[in-house]
């Protein structure tokens, strides 16, 4: 069901452990032509294009792009009682974490009287797209809107696939946004969504930025749109990478490593070992559980792809080594010091220590965010946060007398770039 990679012999100097774990095919560019015409029709075209788009794309005639307020309030009132205290749950904790993350603006006096301001200012108006494909991820609502309503984003709107079934995205989706008093939802999906927001269309206004996860023809567009709008990040096929040794609970490993190729069959499911005997009952315990899955055939399907592994190594110290290579969006440290091998992790989306800290509840209500950097980027990038959603602005305020402690300075380094009048711009305010 899932194959074997042996690095035990690997030689550190030369070995490029990134290579040695291939990742699923996620070609970008081989859509991009039919997204270029997808955004460009919606660009000069507007609302017709999005209705004649979601008709082709989603067998859906919309008659109006965005949800009636009734709908959300609706879908909240129906909501089962079990699922709206898990949200609930879900929004306090990811607040509470949200909110340690907001700083006082501050200031620095780098000389007398020349006072340099570090301000946060929130981003203006986002949209917010939340897919739909293979289930309707209502836990990405929370991830998307709380982190932005903390940040003090003043205009929010959020758009998801329609169904089939009523012409509105799935009823948990808007019964989320009603909960946390999103009421500007449209049921516009994939390509054209994110040119909604970038362009705006109808009764969408133009976005600043646009952030949330979605299949090739999302991240196609927002690739396409970035410059015109801010993006969080271009989301990828979900990936786990566990490391562990023997002290591991191989049922724990095996439920953790199917919980993320559960999204379907490019996602990456790794494990990373010292430990034969752990290997094999792992691979056994995947045999016993994939089977008794409700969705075993795309389970099986992602554990069964390239992307997916268990990776024999010599020791932890070699495990680290891969593991950060890898980068991965999720990373469980399943070991006998795993808060201490944590610390060495420089690359990953969100780590998880232990065997009672399962990927799934930071996928829920660990109080952390689970939009998270895939395909490596975890290497140079952050999850969705506060801060995704704030702009650092400098405000700088000198004296008279601390411009003219510095000017020699500008205007020597104005000269040394041929730029004098950067220089005459001090220069001058002392000639008088």
Not at 61 to 79: F, G, I, Q, T, Y
Request: aromatic fraction near 4%.
């Amino acid at each position: 069901m899932i194959r074997r990679i042996d690095l035990r012999d690997a030689d550190p100097a030369s070995v490029d452990y990134r290579a040695s774990v291939p990742r699923a095919e996620f070609d970008v560019e081989a859509v991009m032509h039919r997204v270029q015409e997808i955004v460009d029709a919606v660009r000069t075209r507007g609302v017709d294009a999005i209705v004649e788009l979601t008709e082709e794309l989603d067998g859906v005639r919309l008659d109006d792009l965005r949800v009636p307020s009734e709908a959300l309030v609706r879908s909240l009132e129906a909501l089962d009682p079990g699922v709206r205290a898990a949200l609930e749950e879900s929004v306090r904790r990811l607040r509470a974490t949200c909110e340690a993350d907001l700083e006082d603006d501050h200031s620095i006096e780098v000389a007398p009287g020349a006072v340099v301001t570090h301000r946060s200012v929130p981003v203006d108006r986002v949209g917010l797209y939340v897919p739909g494909g293979l289930a309707p991820l209502v836990s990405t609502v929370v991830m998307n809107v709380v982190p932005a309503q903390v940040a003090g984003v003043r205009s929010i709107a959020l758009s998801a696939p329609p169904t089939r079934e009523t012409g509105l995205p799935d009823a948990s989706i808007l019964a989320a946004c009603a909960l946390l008093g999103v009421d500007e939802v449209y049921a516009v999906g994939g390509a054209q969504a994110v040119a909604m927001f970038a362009h705006g269309a109808g009764p969408c206004r133009r976005v600043d930025m646009v952030i949330g996860p979605g299949n090739l023809y999302v991240t196609a567009a927002k690739r396409l749109l970035r410059g015109l709008v801010g993006i969080d990040s271009e989301a990828g096929p979900s990936e786990i990478a566990v490391l562990a040794d023997d002290s591991a609970e191989a049922a724990f490993v095996a439920a953790d490593l199917l919980t993320e190729a559960e999204h379907g069959g490019t996602s990456a499911a790794l494990l990373v070992t010292d430990s034969d005997v752990l290997a094999d009952d792992v691979e056994a315990e995947l045999e016993k559980q994939v089977g008794a899955t409700r969705h075993s055939a795309r389970i099986a399907d992602a554990l069964g792809g390239e992307q997916s592994a268990i990776v024999l190594v010599r020791d932890m110290d070699q495990g680290l080594d891969v593991v950060n290579a890898y980068a991965s969006e999720h990373l469980e440290i399943q070991t006998r010091d795993a808060a201490a091998l944590s610390s060495r992790v420089r690359n990953a989306g969100a780590i998880f220590l232990g065997s009672w800290s399962p990927v799934a509840v930071g996928d829920y209500c660990a109080g952390s965010n689970h939009v998270l950097p895939t395909a490596g980027c975890a290497c140079h990038s952050s999850g969705l946060g506060v801060k995704s959603f704030l702009k650092q602005v400098h405000v700088v305020d000198y004296t008279r007398e601390a411009l003219a402690a510095v000017a020699d300075h500008v205007v020597a380094l104005a000269e040394a770039e041929d730029l004098p009048g950067h220089g005459a711009g001090v220069s001058s305010r002392f000639e008088r």
